[in-house]
């Protein structure tokens, strides 16, 4: 008996940091898309979902097996990122009264249009991504490990290095970490600001929207999920403190071990009061985030 | 002061006319009209004072609510709960109750999160209102997914004049509080400019914090008449994400931080939609409209439909909220810096 709880335990926990690895994947790119164009985005949850939408598609209408088509999800969302980004720039430093509550607005807007666009086009039946490439379970030590699980683990792990590679090792990536820390002196330095934003922006679409493939694949989803989404990756960023990259490593990984705990030992309805528990606990105690770097004030 | 008063006067002298028009109008609905239109000025009463009570908060304390239905749903099964059979209080008795739940719970949301940028607050006040929806469907005195009815069976007057009084009251309220008292100056001296607010003496966070248990104990009562009305409640219809959305849309559309923009944008987006919904029937692409449409105002005209009406840019509160250049002096100092940390 106390072997089969371990072992459930162990099961649980594992289960819950290979979820929290694509959870990394969808804030890692929010979290510096705030940095740098200082608005929280509310739309993240609908790239993700839009994402999912876009791996039935490929199968669908093209033909190509979802995780082959990867490379193109993250080509067709870094460019509609790359359009949508201007826009939020425009709001964000327009010269009307109150421009940061504006922009939330905006986004809150433009992820309104989304959702209720596909929900018109597709309807309310649930789906899933289906894929060949990727199937069966690994075995170890009596430990179930979907292959499935683990190829979206291995996405976000490697997803994540590519982008903290960009950030640390490229003159752009410098740029916006530059950007992200003060704008007005990056500007001053001779960056284009504008220019910058809309380039983070694609690539935090583009990834998000791959994650979205993934996310889609091992669970189902219909075109209401998106806030679902957007609020666990603001639990993330706001446990990770907004704008801090690091702290999303952290946060997100706690976060899927959180969930699965939660839904294998008290029950699934009651994860999002928890979740809503925590968050509330941690602007209370500790607002800047887990590692207090954030920006709270 | 003498300006002020002077001022105020002549404000009063050009809005009495339609004022008593909209007033006679109002009151006089019932009697001229069949009981289907009665119903849709219900509607329109209620989503003005919801939109008014979102404004408290969105514009006139500048932080933004996207959780607001939550507080619309306590009020609505705080009277539902109440009127069941074996407690059967009256239903006024419940109106109340649900306004002191809906205030504590905004408090207890509110304190940790307002003396935070604006982004905190708006993700808090989102994730109360999903995390409490959830939890109203697992949890057993709430009736679960099923939902619970309440005993009504009045008619379609006292609804209309419920919610029109209701709403009403929300208005005066707003306009005693926050357009003719110290503490509305106060609430829109830290909108502005915190640091300036705080180093005046005013403190910030419990100013904010009083703006929005009222921004929240308001809606409550209505979502109380609404359980009354609809007779059948459950967290689809009173606890769904799409009522916060409708508020804060109507507030941006008709003018965020004017007393009468969130009712100018309710009556047009109600009546809009229920034109819509008679004659497509498509609730999704009401959503996607709703979004394409914030999108727009927030892009092209920031300031609402208010902003639109020519004489609106002489009026003083206005032009201060949408910081238009005075005739006399300057905007001042660089408004996008004092604003940075929101």
């Known amino acids: 008996m106390v072997r089969v709880t371990m072992q459930l335990l162990i099961q649980t926990i594992i289960d819950g940091l290979l979820v929290g690895g694509l959870y990394v994947a969808i804030s890692i790119g929010f979290s510096l898309a705030f940095g740098v164009l200082d608005v929280v985005d509310f739309a993240v949850g609908e790239w993700v979902m839009l994402g999912a939408f876009m791996g039935v598609a490929s199968r669908a209408w093209f033909g190509i097996d979802p995780i082959a088509f990867l490379p193109a999800v993250f080509v067709i969302f870094a460019l509609i990122g790359f359009l949508v980004a201007p826009l939020i720039y425009r709001v964000r430093t327009s010269r009307y009264a109150r421009p940061a509550l504006m922009a939330l607005a905006f986004t809150f807007g433009i992820a309104m249009f989304a959702r209720g666009t596909m929900m018109t086009a597709v309807g309310f039946d649930p789906r899933t991504v289906d894929t060949d490439l990727v199937s069966g379970t690994l075995m170890i030590g009596g430990l179930h490990l979907p292959w499935l699980r683990l190829a979206g683990f291995l996405f976000a792990i490697l997803s994540t290095a590519l982008f903290m590679g960009f950030l640390f090792f490229t003159r752009t990536g410098l740029a916006v970490r530059a950007t992200a820390q003060n704008k007005r002196n990056a500007s001053l330095m001779g960056i284009d600001v504008k220019r910058l934003s809309a380039i983070v922006y694609a690539i935090y679409a583009g990834m998000t929207a791959m994650a979205g493939v993934l996310i889609g694949a091992i669970y189902s989803f219909t075109a209401q999920v998106g806030p679902q989404y957007s609020l666990l990756a603001f639990f993330v960023v706001v446990m990770a403190g907004l704008g801090s990259v690091g702290g999303v490593l952290v946060a997100g990984l706690f976060l899927g071990m959180l969930q699965a705990l939660v839904t294998v030992y008290i029950g699934a309805d009651y994860t999002l009061a928890i979740v809503f528990g925590v968050l509330f606990l941690i602007l209370l105690v500790s607002p800047q985030g887990v590692l207090r770097r954030g920006l709270a004030a | ?342």
């Open chain 2, 1 to 342: 002061m003498r300006a002020r008063g002077a001022n105020s006067a002549r404000l009063t002298a050009r809005s009495v006319i339609p004022l008593v028009v909209v007033v006679v109008f109002l009151a006089t609905l019932p009697l001229w009209v069949d009981d289907y239109w009665v119903r849709v000025w219900t509607g329109v009463a209620m989503w003005a004072g919801l939109a008014a009570s979102w404004n408290i908060i969105g514009g006139y304390a500048g932080y933004i609510s996207f959780g607001h239905v939550a507080f619309f749903g306590i009020g609505a099964y705080a009277t539902a709960i109440l009127m069941q059979p074996g407690l059967d209080w009256n239903f006024f008795l419940t109106l109340p109750v649900g306004a002191v739940v809906a205030g504590v719970f905004a408090f207890i949301v509110g304190w940790p999160t307002l003396r935070l940028r604006g982004a905190y607050f708006a993700i808090a006040t989102w994730a109360l209102a999903e995390a409490l929806a959830q939890l109203v469907n697992t949890v057993d005195f709430t009736g679960g997914s099923f939902g619970l009815s309440t005993p009504g069976n009045a008619e379609t007057g006292f609804f209309y004049y419920a919610m029109l009084i209701a709403s009403a009251l929300i208005y005066l309220i707003i306009f005693a509080v926050f357009e003719r008292s110290r503490f509305g100056y106060k609430v829109k001296a830290v909108r502005d400019n915190e640091a300036a607010a705080q180093s005046l003496g005013i403190n910030t966070t419990s100013v904010k914090l009083q703006a929005f248990v009222m921004s929240a104990a308001l809606p409550a009562v209505l979502g109380g008449i609404n359980a009354y009305w609809i007779t059948f409640i459950n967290p689809q219809s009173v606890l769904a994400g799409d009522i916060t959305d409708q508020m804060v849309v109507m507030a941006l559309v008709g003018g965020l931080g004017h007393l009468w923009g969130p009712a100018i944008g309710a009556t047009v987006l109600y009546l809009s939609s229920t034109w819509l919904s008679a004659n497509f029937g498509s609730s999704t692409g009401y959503i996607a409209m709703i979004g394409a449409l914030l999108a727009l105002i927030v892009l092209f005209l920031p300031d609402g439909l208010v902003g639109l009406m020519p004489r609106a840019r002489n009026m003083r509160l206005v032009r201060q909220m949408l910081r238009l250049p005075d005739r006399r002096a300057d905007p001042g100092p660089d408004s996008d810096t004092s604003r940075e940390r929101s």
